[in-house]
């Protein structure tokens, strides 16, 4: 397996508890055991058996701890876990009338999608509820787990970054909303800009997923843009709580998860490109 490969492990996707850290490295490692057992249907089934056993027990698990928490969105969550659970059903029941390719491909995407996925957004949002304001700030900063290895596309990147975590660092002046007001307009102007250079570089590779990337763009605008309109009636407070949201989950979770697919696109294509 190579970097691009999103059934491995990354630092970027811990959520700073140990326990719930261990867990999720577990179903990456087991995840990791059908990759490797891919070409043997006995061995395959046995080992997608084992990662739904043990997602399970890791929900069981969160829920557990979600509850010691009182955290505020934990029935949400377990609708969310139920969801997974049933569609991990379903492919342990259809694994005996489908092809091996066919199981394979289905615990990929959810491995890749639905795993992944959940971390990032769903499991992230109880980070937030845990953490401190000046916890959350501390983990918002650019890390080289980021980097795409893309100059242009790395640079804007960490420039987003920087205007971002702007806002943060503000004091509790009459006119403090007006100059956040502005910084988060020039975040906005910067990220439409950084867009448009991001989508003629997926133009110019010839990326396949470029038409559902762009939805993602506009997606992130609009959040933005509902942040600005919002200012006047948040407490500043309020306001940090969905600037770092905002920039976890719509910043940092769209390059890790999003922006690598045009890494290993592009990786593999240099790579093609050397060997004709």
Not at 208 to 226: D, F, S, T
Request: aromatic residues 10%.
């Amino acid at each position: 397996m190579n970097g691009c490969d999103t059934m491995e492990w990354m630092n970027v996707y811990s959520l700073g508890d140990s326990k719930i850290d261990s867990e999720h490295k577990k179903l990456f490692e087991l995840a990791v055991v059908i990759e490797e057992c891919k070409d043997n249907k006995n061995q395959l089934e046995l080992a997608v058996k084992t990662l739904v056993k043990y997602t399970k027990f890791h929900f069981r698990s969160e829920e557990i701890y979600m509850r010691e928490l009182e955290y505020e969105k934990l029935a949400e969550h377990i609708s969310i876990h139920k969801q997974i659970v049933e569609s991990l059903n379903q492919i342990v029941l259809d694994m005996s009338k489908n092809s091996q390719d066919r199981t394979y491909e289905l615990i990929c995407d959810f491995v890749k999608n639905g795993l992944v996925q959940h971390i990032i957004i769903e499991d992230k949002k109880l980070q937030h509820f845990k953490r401190n304001k000046l916890g959350l700030r501390a983990m918002f900063t650019w890390k080289n787990d980021y980097k795409l290895n893309i100059e242009m596309i790395d640079e804007e990147h960490q420039g987003l970054f920087k205007i971002a975590l702007k806002a943060l660092k503000f004091k509790n002046d009459s006119d403090l909303k007006v100059h956040i007001r502005q910084i988060i307009i020039d975040l906005n102007n910067y990220m439409k800009k950084h867009f448009d250079h991001e989508e003629d570089f997926m133009k110019s590779i010839e990326y396949p997923g470029l038409e559902e990337h762009k939805i993602l763009h506009q997606n992130i605008i609009n959040q933005i843009n509902g942040l600005i309109v919002n200012i006047a009636s948040m407490t500043l407070l309020e306001f940090e709580k969905e600037l770092l949201t905002y920039i976890d989950i719509w910043l940092i979770n769209h390059i890790i998860f999003e922006d690598k697919k045009i890494m290993c696109y592009y990786e593999n294509r240099q790579i093609s490109a050397k060997m004709s």
